[in-house]
């Protein structure tokens, strides 16, 4: 299927097919990872993996798994490798769609780990596309955050806004990740130094290394995504 893409910022219209690109969205938290993943599915007919979203559905399950991962997630620690690649290697075989991958890999071990498994399902990561968002923008944008419980719609509102108030998406409840408070979100920064951003290392020579300016509005960033797309493509 063809079809075309216009955007404002973008000079010609840009056709493509439903990609089969196999991305990897890195980003500190608050980088905008799920909100480009979300635009990058519907435009281009991806398949849109959040881990974390897959672990907080897991959560909202109720089951024992659900409440141990609900012990390590709401504390800011990160999941072990070896639960992350399992749940993630079912999901990737069930879909034959390009991946956008958000939010793994968080450690060098799974993107070993990815490698390894796109290799053996006969594919492979096509593109490293990293969001770059200053520390001092992320403690102000993850305390705007809110997240549908419904549609997963993420969302930033104002500071004066009520606590509880409906999706405009879907109508469904959004509420604050417990994850969010401010001081989860310095540890989860922690966290992010010391594990994810090694895996930054282990990409960059890779020739599928990107880094995009994520202190923009999501427009351009996507747009600044597009344009890495359409190079490679
Ligand atoms: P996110 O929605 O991507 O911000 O993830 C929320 C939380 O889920 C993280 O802070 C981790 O606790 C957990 N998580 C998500 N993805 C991973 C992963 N690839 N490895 C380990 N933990 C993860």
Known sequence: MIFAFRSAGLNAVLFVKDLKVNIVLMGCPGAGKGTQSAKLQDVFHLKHISTGDVLR???ASGSALGKEIAGIINKGNLVPDELMISILE?????????IIFDGFPRT????KALDEMMKRLQREITEVVMIELPESEVVSRIASRRQCRKCGEILHVAPDAPASSACPVCGGELYTRPDDTPERVKHRLEV???ET???KNFYQNSGKYVEINGNQ????VFEDIVRVLKKVK
Do not use: R
Request: zero cysteines.
């Open 217 to 220: 509005t999501p427009e351009q």
């Open 57 to 59: 559905a897991e959560i």
């Open 90 to 98: 079912k999901i990737v075989k069930a879909t034959d769609k390009g």
């Open 192 to 194: 992010y130094h010391t």
């Open 108 to 111: 060098v071990a799974q993107a």
């Open 197 to 199: 951003l090694p895996v």
